[in-house]
């Protein structure tokens, strides 16, 4: 579980999420939408712990698995895939116990489970970026983690891909995992999660998703967006 508490989270003089409070209850399923620039990342990068609240704050419960935007620069890393999926050890095993059979097996699963057993000692760098973003799931899938937290993971992903990873969410979610994933795709978000946080830089709505997604919220957020697209700064508390 995950609770926010009048959390805001700036750049510099201006803010990109603004007192959002809510609840993230434990086995929820939540999509966190909104227009470009709502503050969707910037939110999960708070709740992962990865930025600092400018004010207010976040209470986590439980261990926390954090898939970040995926960038050009992930497949640099001098790593094989099976090594990728081992990286979801680390939270458990902690920096000194070495890796066990039983580490390699788990991993080995988790690449079969999404669709990359003929990858597992190829480096990352071989993968294309659908393949690269499997490779990621499987990171998670061995991480284990309470809570799941998502942002965009099925961007230049193709179909099939999107099914399959889906499907692993579907299992977390019947699994009781609580999972967090940013989304611009309404037909998937009203179809596979059924909470929903429209952000746009406030919580603007959030709760069941067909009660969040009308059409009345839509074009109130998009709205905002024309708002802080064309007024530069508008949070002088920070
Ligand atoms: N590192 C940064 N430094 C300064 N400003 C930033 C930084 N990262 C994001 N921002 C700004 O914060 C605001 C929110 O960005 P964020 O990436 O959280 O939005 P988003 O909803 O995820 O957008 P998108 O849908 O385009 O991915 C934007 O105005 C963005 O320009």
């Not at 390699?104 to 659908?130: M, Q, T, Y």
């Not at 067909?210 to 802080?228: D, K, P, S, Y």
Request: with cysteine; net charge negative; aromatic share 6%.
């Amino acid at each position: 579980m995950i609770e926010i508490h009048h959390l805001t989270l700036c750049y510099r003089d201006r803010a990109a999420v603004h007192a959002v409070s809510g609840r993230f209850v434990k086995g929820s399923h939540t999509a966190v939408v909104g227009p470009n620039g709502a503050g969707k990342s910037t939110l999960l990068a708070a709740l992962a712990g990865v930025k600092q609240a400018d004010e207010g704050h976040v209470h986590r419960h439980g261990r926390i698995a954090y898939l970040a935007q995926l960038s050009t620069l992930d497949k640099q890393f001098p790593l094989t895939v099976r090594e990728l999926a081992l990286a979801g050890t680390w939270q458990q095993r902690g920096a000194w116990r070495g890796l066990s059979k039983d580490d390699c097996l788990r991993a080995d699963a988790a690449l079969e489970r999404v669709g990359l057993s003929d990858f597992i000692k190829s480096p990352i760098s071989n993968l294309s970026g659908g393949q690269l973003q499997r490779a990621r799931f499987a990171r998670l899938i061995v991480e284990d983690a309470d809570v799941m937290l998502l942002d965009e993971p099925f961007a230049n992903v193709d179909s099939a891909t999107i099914e399959n990873l889906l499907d692993v969410q579907d299992h977390w979610h019947q699994a009781g995992k609580t999972q967090i994933t940013v989304l611009h795709d309404m037909s998937q978000v009203r179809a596979h999660y059924p909470q929903t946080l429209l952000l746009a830089q406030s919580a603007l709505a959030w709760g069941e998703t067909a009660e969040v997604l009308t059409t009345e919220n839509l074009q109130e957020a998009n709205r905002r967006a024309q708002h802080w697209r064309n007024d530069a700064t508008w949070c002088q508390e920070c």
